[in-house]
């Protein structure tokens, strides 16, 4: 669930309505609420909720407390937001990618060496930031919990556009229901950034991934041989 820091700093193209002039004495400052929510987003990813500080978030978003309280309210509706920017912006990403994708095998097994490829930091893994909140909040904060519940639901609705795709385009077994495929992917990529964040190395990660493949792939020769 998942995505990378390259990913979503790729912002959309910015309209009139994301520049905005904060309430300030003497001359009016400008300031992209996009960027501004953008750096708030990298500080909650890397931190968590509880251990951002109202300090940490004016600095990264360069804003003072005024500014940010006009617009985006207080911290808990700013990573509200936050979790929002994410979650709409991987579903972008997936999309794109599914779109751009020469068969769902090759969707698949993009996104997973994506994944996997955290793995090759040498310093902070930041994981998923819908898994990390889930983890820190969800049980707490039913705000929150609904915020990922959304997010996770968007990025399983790819999932399954992409395995649907898979089963006409007979390279996805047909035999198997859509929604397990669908948990299954969701949990088993859920696992893998938690176990990289934990600090797996990539030679583990990558046997894991082609058995996820293969598990959800048609066998050409099961095939023939259903068919004699």
Same mark, same amino acid.
């Given at each position: &669930?998942?995505?990378?820091?390259?990913?979503?700093?790729?912002? %959309?193209?910015?309209?009139?309505?994301?520049?905005?002039?904060? &309430?300030?004495?003497?001359?009016?400052?400008?300031? %992209?609420?996009?960027?501004?929510?953008?750096?708030?987003?990298?500080?909650?990813?890397?931190?968590?909720?509880?251990?951002?500080?109202?300090?940490?978030?004016?600095?990264?978003? /360069?804003?003072?407390? /005024?500014?940010?309280?006009?617009?985006? !309210?207080?911290?808990?509706?700013?990573? =509200?937001?936050?979790?929002?920017?994410?979650?709409?912006?991987?579903?972008?990403?997936?999309?794109?990618?599914?779109?751009?994708?020469?068969?769902?095998?090759?969707?698949?097994?993009?996104?997973?060496? $994506? =994944?996997?490829?955290?793995?090759?930091?040498?310093?902070?893994?930041? !994981?998923?930031?819908?898994?990390?909140?889930?983890?820190?909040?969800?049980?707490?904060?039913?705000?929150?919990?609904?915020?990922?519940?959304?997010?996770?639901?968007?990025?399983?609705?790819?999932?399954?556009?992409?395995?649907?795709?898979? *089963?006409?385009?007979?390279?996805?077994? /047909?035999?198997?229901?859509?929604?397990?495929?669908?948990?299954?992917?969701?949990?088993? =990529?859920? !696992?893998?950034?938690?176990?990289?964040?934990?600090?797996?190395?990539?030679?583990?990660? *990558?046997? =894991?991934?082609?058995?996820?493949?293969?598990?959800? /792939?048609? $066998?050409?020769?099961?095939?023939?041989?259903?068919?004699?």
């Amino acid at each position: &669930m998942f995505i990378t820091d390259e990913s979503i700093k790729n912002l %959309d193209k910015r309209t009139d309505q994301s520049i905005i002039f904060p &309430m300030t004495y003497g001359r009016p400052r400008e300031f %992209d609420i996009d960027r501004a929510l953008e750096a708030a987003t990298q500080q909650f990813w890397l931190t968590g909720y509880e251990a951002t500080s109202l300090h940490n978030l004016l600095q990264k978003m /360069s804003l003072s407390k /005024s500014s940010l309280y006009q617009t985006f !309210g207080n911290k808990h509706e700013l990573f =509200v937001r936050c979790l929002d920017h994410y979650q709409q912006t991987m579903v972008n990403v997936l999309n794109e990618q599914l779109n751009k994708s020469a068969s769902i095998k090759q969707f698949l097994s993009d996104f997973l060496e $994506d =994944v996997i490829s955290e793995a090759k930091t040498r310093g902070i893994r930041k !994981g998923c930031f819908l898994v990390n909140t889930a983890n820190e909040l969800s049980q707490r904060d039913t705000g929150i919990a609904e915020a990922v519940s959304t997010g996770t639901a968007n990025v399983a609705n790819v999932f399954r556009c992409a395995i649907q795709r898979g *089963k006409e385009q007979q390279e996805i077994s /047909s035999t198997l229901p859509t929604e397990s495929l669908v948990d299954y992917l969701m949990i088993s =990529v859920s !696992g893998l950034r938690t176990m990289i964040k934990a600090g797996a190395e990539i030679k583990s990660l *990558k046997p =894991v991934i082609n058995l996820m493949i293969h598990t959800i /792939s048609i $066998d050409k020769s099961d095939e023939r041989h259903a068919s004699l």
